[in-house]
């Protein structure tokens, strides 16, 4: 068990490494050379232009004026300036709701501390238990203000219980509260955002085949029917104009492009040797990716089987497709499939003609990997933490034993190794998740994420929490084993035990979140990765601005990865709260800083790819709520093993009003995260009629939902071009034919072919 | 432990009942007095006439033709003879369905006990376990054909793992084809269906309160708005025409009529003692319950607070009324709730104005008290099983000892008195289910009805399943002790001794099928009591045909209590069929019997309530499925505990598969018993449209939902008459204090009154 010294030596290198961060990152922000590193988002947004004209040649590249940097901290007050509201029109609502957790984050915890050091901690410290006690739990330092301190079965123990009331009170209000600010937010913002293509528009899938009909014919017929008053086209016949020569309208299903994308991204890999080695394909023509684009074209565009079954229907009002999504359209509920259309930038090509057994068959395969890839974790990181333990190094590598007795190498072992190696696995985990939730067959980026989200915080609640507190107490020096010895027991004792194993392991968890939320963070406004990359892009590959704009590497918040990560500091808070106050205060500072940090970044740095209006908040109070759960189970076992026999029965009731409380916010607040409603719909439509009532909403839906493969302009003048290259090719061996007059056969022919 | 003749006495015992019980049906029901016991449905429908003509006067009430005795078995031909095309014509939907679960019952366990009887029973038969291991689970003559005669570790068990795999398939495909069935005629029936109210209509719950505007007004000005195109009208103004004359429209709301309804009850309940001795109120005429609701009728018509925020929005097409019902109206979820209005004759009126608070909350209250009554059962459950076995009787009363020793009392004791214990308890239980059902706020008789079904279902699994083998075990003479004692083990040992105990109860089950599902049902075709009844209020009250008519009491199958009985069979069929395949004849016939007794019965007796078109179905699935992982998960921990670790641990993946099987029915089937999807509706509008261009749906839906105390006629015409004199008194009043011209003031201070 570390000693306080331990982790003040812990918190000194942290802090310090933290300082160190900020510092460069003070003096690299500075140097005009860096500007598109960290401040790209105001280049995309066209609000800056390259270097700052400054009159020596030095001073392009390097900031020469040394005052500036004594303000090397001035970024803080400049990230706080921007008012929420510019904020949304800045970055989005998904970027602020984000930051908004972190205030959440400070609202739950800074009470909860003020709370604990007022009244747990000196009612632990006045406490005292007999050596007997200190000796069966590994007592140290620390623990002189936690639970730990009070002997068994004492009366001080209706102070936790009573704390653990007014925690659950608190936390539950200012998640009421918050749930209700973000409802609004995200109905403000969707009321007060412009005509976007997917108010009027329906994803449908599972489209049935028929034998007489084309897929777009069958859709087309279908909604005409089923919704005469409203129907208005599908998934459009885009860029008529543009191929009105060939009088085709292809584009008016969703084409099965998958295989064209994956070339189109390998050729953009390609792109960059390209311009570095010109010369390259020049030898081997073949192999050159832009051939075999064109082929993939010329398939896709021939082929009938890359037809999709799946289109976006649009309707003439925000009414009828809002009224679309929300209702069932056929007798058979695996056909015919409608719901409220991502934004066109949010869509997940690949998952959409995925058909409906197979997608319950994936979601099966995908749960049992998951559970597999569990167990497989639990492996390395047992392994990880028997080794952060100085006795096991010293049993492991005896060699060694005479390095590691040092005072600071012995802190340093055990106050940042366990955190580092836990960090380092939780890195490699979240793009396997990714991958996972792809094939789930989920059908837009923010859902996948929102998904990869929920299975990593499991992870983290599973693996991370539980295990580290298993495992972990399990290979400590002192006797933990024989708590865990008979773990398959009933599940009450099983709670008992955990909740006895889990203040010994807070000293971990306070190391933890020094690396991961101190220096961690720290790290993130330093972009140490991207400044690199931009400066080797730059000197190898850049040319023009345009190539310039390229090497940006905005980066952008990634939902999948930092929303549960920033959730295990709730969890980690709201379980110590009563049991060891002492990590609260290194769990306000996360939220803070991280507050600071982020909110710079959000305005100065990242682009998000899309915007979903904080949809992820469901999962985040839920998460929250399974976290208030988890601490509550766990003070209860706790207290029971104390043998607190008068006030810990009370606790039972908490975890079923919290049950409740959740069950009400969801029925409160979740419909709004997910349906249009229809007084909003017609309110909006009502309104646009009187002021636009000549608006051509035909013309406007046309381009929106465009497989993006056809949609980028370079890729369709090419494909133009292919396409009209292998007209004439069609046109030869029609007229070697049949002799017929060109101009009737050769288009009619195409149509065929395209329109199959 | 019973030993086989044990069970052959219980089995003599239950079939002669059954068969005396038979008997006694046969000649009463052939008795023209009892005509309208046994035949009621028929006189309700209007094709059967009071007592068949006969010429003696003995004649009229007692049949004295005695060749119709001896085939007193003939309505068994004649209850198999409708088609069920025409009993769905004649009896509903709900009926049809409910007596094909006796089909699916056969279906599933006839392959069953063919199976097993070919392979378990022979593969048990033949093998042999050691006298230890016998004494070891009280080893008796039933015991040779189940698997407690497997000895250990043997490779026998492949046998019952295979079978257990082939009994989960074959049951999976039993139920996905009876639910795609019972899907399609579920369709169909709907589809059939003639115009019906609830196909345009939508039920609007907490609709808001507005200070300018009435409740109706309010929701007639909403929907005006937000369903511009398909609005029509509203819960809508009734009996405008007889109320002409007074030129208000006061049923345009729901009246809060709950007081009122109850003293209409009583009034009814006083009825037959007002027939009886008509002078009681004379003396005390204030009593008169008639006085009262007089009263109270005025009171709803002048207390604005009695006009509930709720309403029946009509529309013009049942596409709109799908639409909206699917749809959110509102930005806040918790008003303007719409849901598919449930039939007339199905709406639970006392449950309508329950605000949505109060309604999460009283969930939250009712969940608990289940919870509670759960534990409170327990304990006279344990006290009827202990004084149930022999050995306690003998130590509780020793004075009864060479009583019981007697041969056929000890076998009445074990083979009878448990089964008779456990029934009487399970009766009285439905009632407080249902009523705590009632109070959970459903909006729907058949909501509530499921909800309570769902409620018995999970009590006699837990309480009469689970507890009665735990607690059964503990109390047998031998030493089953042991297995309990540490019940509060991992949920992995928990297993293993379920699994150890559940053969070991085999024969407390089966005589449990003796009593319930034998003489039980048996009993269901006497009717007894409604028999009494029926001449008891003939002879005292029964003066007029109508008084005739009303004295029928047809009865009903009650879903909430029938289906979860039912489903036990399921239970118990799948939970032995490998353990002790000696259960599955006992069932087979429950199934068989059940089918007959209740296809006569529906079709000569019942009159459901209401027709919810099988919309218990989901439900009925989901508890089968239930049933069937419990019968995996039992298998694996006896098998466990039996030591066949080679063949056991392939059972882990059947609930797996089990879960994903009913995951994907879910998907296929459910939505189509809660959702009226949009091609449907539009194809009936547009074929109305087309037969019956002039209809005026209007005047066709201004009768259907009105409070049913409004409704029925003799009630109006008295509140007619009350309104009247009311209005009356009114005029009286007003024309005193204002001596303004009668006609204009004394009509709008009504309306005013009343429309508040």
Redesign the interface.
């Known amino acids: 068990m570390a000693t306080l010294q331990d982790i003040g030596v812990a918190a000194g290198i942290h802090l310090l490494t933290a300082l160190i961060f900020l510092f460069a990152f003070a003096i690299l922000r500075l140097q005009p050379i860096n500007d598109r590193v960290y401040f790209p988002k105001w280049y995309l947004k066209g609000l800056r232009e390259s270097p700052r004209d400054v009159s020596t040649s030095v001073g392009k590249f390097i900031n020469i004026d040394w005052r500036i940097y004594i303000k090397f901290l001035n970024w803080i007050p400049e990230a706080l300036k921007m008012p929420e509201s510019e904020l949304i029109e800045h970055a989005g609502l998904d970027s602020v709701v984000y930051l908004r957790i972190y205030i959440v984050g400070l609202k739950v915890f800074v009470p909860l501390m003020v709370l604990a050091f007022t009244i747990l901690v000196p009612v632990n410290a006045t406490s005292s238990i007999s050596d007997a006690e200190k000796d069966d739990v590994g007592f140290s330092d620390i623990d002189k203000f936690s639970i730990s301190n009070v002997s068994e079965g004492s009366n001080r123990f209706w102070a936790h219980v009573l704390m653990s009331c007014v925690f659950t009170i608190w936390t539950c209000f200012v998640l009421y509260k918050e749930y209700e600010m973000v409802e609004s937010m995200r109905?403000c913002f969707l009321e007060a955002q412009h005509r976007r293509p997917d108010q009027f528009t329906v994803l449908v899938r599972n489209v049935p085949a028929d034998p007489d009909e084309s897929i777009s014919e069958h859709i087309e017929h279908?909604f005409r029917?089923?919704?005469?008053?409203h129907y208005l086209t599908h998934q459009s016949s885009l860029r008529g104009g543009s191929f009105g020569s060939l009088g085709v309208h292809f584009w008016k299903v969703v084409f099965n492009a998958n295989k064209l994308s994956k070339l189109v991204k390998k050729k953009e890999a390609y792109q960059n040797w390209l311009d570095y080695n010109q010369n390259k394909y020049v030898i081997n023509p073949k192999k050159r990716p832009n051939m075999k684009i064109a082929v993939e074209h010329e398939r896709i565009l021939k082929d009938p089987k890359a037809i999709m079954p799946v289109g976006f229907v649009s309707f003439k009002t925000r009414?009828g497709a809002?009224?679309?999504a929300?209702?069932?359209?056929?007798?058979n509920?695996?056909i015919?499939l409608t719901e409220w259309a991502p934004e066109p930038r949010d869509v997940y090509w690949q998952n959409l003609p995925i058909p409906?057994?197979e997608l319950?068959f994936r979601?099966?395969v995908i749960s049992?990997s998951v559970f597999s890839l569990f167990i497989l974790f639990m492996i390395p990181i047992g392994f990880v933490q028997s080794l952060a333990t100085i006795e096991s190094i010293k049993k492991n590598a005896p060699f060694l034993k005479n390095l590691i007795e040092l005072k600071v190498v012995k802190s340093f072992i055990q106050g940042f190794l366990p955190g580092l190696a836990m960090k380092l696995f939780l890195l490699i985990l979240p793009s396997i998740l990714m991958t996972m939730s792809k094939i789930e067959g989920h059908t837009s980026f923010s859902e996948i994420e929102r998904k990869t989200a929920s299975k990593y915080y499991y992870f983290i609640l599973i693996i991370f929490f539980f295990g580290s507190i298993l495992v972990g107490s399990a290979l400590q020096d002192f006797d933990a084993r024989k708590e865990l010895k008979d773990?398959?027991?009933?599940?009450?004792?099983?709670l008992k035990k955990l909740g006895v194993l889990v203040p010994m392991r807070a000293t971990f968890f306070i190391t933890y979140i020094m690396v991961d939320g101190w220096s961690g963070i720290a790290g993130e406004i330093l972009r140490l990765i991207p400044l690199i990359m931009f400066h080797l892009k730059n000197s190898l590959l850049v040319k023009t601005d345009e190539d310039r704009e390229k090497a940006m590497d905005p980066g952008s918040v990634a939902f999948a990865e930092a929303l549960p990560r920033m959730q295990l500091y709730f969890l980690l808070g709201l379980a110590y709260s009563v049991a060891t106050p002492t990590i609260l205060p290194f769990i306000v500072l996360y939220f803070g800083f991280g507050y600071f940090i982020f909110r710079h970044q959000v305005i100065n740095v990242y682009e998000q790819k899309y915007e979903s209006a904080a949809a992820f908040w469901p999962d985040v109070h839920y998460r929250i709520i399974i976290s208030l759960l988890i601490s509550q189970l766990l003070l209860l076992g706790l207290l029971t093993a104390k043998n607190a026999k008068d006030s810990a029965p009370i606790l039972i009731i908490l975890p079923?009003l919290t049950i409740?409380f959740h069950?009400?916010c969801q029925?409160?607040?979740?419909?709004?995260f997910s349906?249009?409603?229809?007084?909003?719909a017609?309110a909006k439509d009502t309104l646009e009629r009187a002021t636009e009532p000549g608006l051509d909403l035909k013309q406007y839906l046309a381009n929106a939902y465009v497989h993006p493969m056809f949609k980028d302009d370079d890729e369709l003048d090419e494909c133009e071009k292919e396409l009209l290259s292998w007209r004439e090719n069609d046109y030869k061996v029609l007229t070697k034919r049949t002799n017929t007059p060109i101009d009737t056969t050769a288009s009619t022919s195409t149509t065929f072919l395209i329109e199959r």
């Open positions: 109905i279908f029917v089923n919704h005469r008053d009414w809002a009224a679309c929300q209702t069932q359209q056929s007798k509920p695996t015919w409906f057994v319950t979601r099966l049992v773990l398959g027991d009933s599940p009450t004792i099983v079923f409740w069950k009400y029925n409160r607040f979740e419909p709004a349906r249009y409603p229809l007084e909003e017609m």
